[in-house]
């Protein structure tokens, strides 16, 4: 048997954009991905913060070091900058590994800038440096 986990998660990421004239998905920061270890073009759910929205599309990398979270197409509707966002991306799991699973999370502050809390990542010293802490 097998159980569906939550794989990765980005905590308190703040909308820098709407784009409406797009087909569709969640653009983000690729330094972001690389962090939580969310992968371009995986299925992911989205909670807003700030109005109660839940939605799902697929995360797009944004160019590094830009600290984007950006709505696109249909999702632009459900938030606007400076709505904060729950990001979460899950795995299936078989059950018997469940008990020691652990999500790789990170919650973040100031637009996506200074890490606040870092669970569970591979993320490198050089790929840490470029966050403020």
């Avoid at 990765?8 to 962090?35: F, H, M, P, Q, W």
């Avoid at 996506?112 to 050089?126: D, F, Q, W, Y």
Wanted: hydrophobic share 45%; glycine share 6%.
């Amino acid at each position: 048997m097998f159980v569906h986990l939550l794989r990765t998660k980005l905590l308190r990421a703040e909308v820098t954009g709407a784009r409406l004239d797009y087909e569709g998905s969640l653009a983000i920061d690729r330094e972001l991905l690389d962090l939580v270890g969310m992968l371009p073009y995986e299925r992911i759910l989205i909670g807003n913060l700030t109005n109660g929205q839940r939605f799902e599309t697929y995360a797009i990398p944004a160019p590094a070091g830009t600290r984007e979270i950006c709505l696109n197409g249909a999702t632009a509707h459900l938030g606007q900058p400076g709505d904060l966002l729950v990001v979460m991306s899950f795995a299936e799991v078989p059950a018997a590994d469940a008990p020691a699973w652990k999500p790789r999370t990170v919650t973040l502050a100031d637009r996506n800038r200074r890490i606040v809390r870092l669970e569970n990542t591979a993320a490198t010293p050089a790929l840490l440096s470029t966050f403020q802490r």
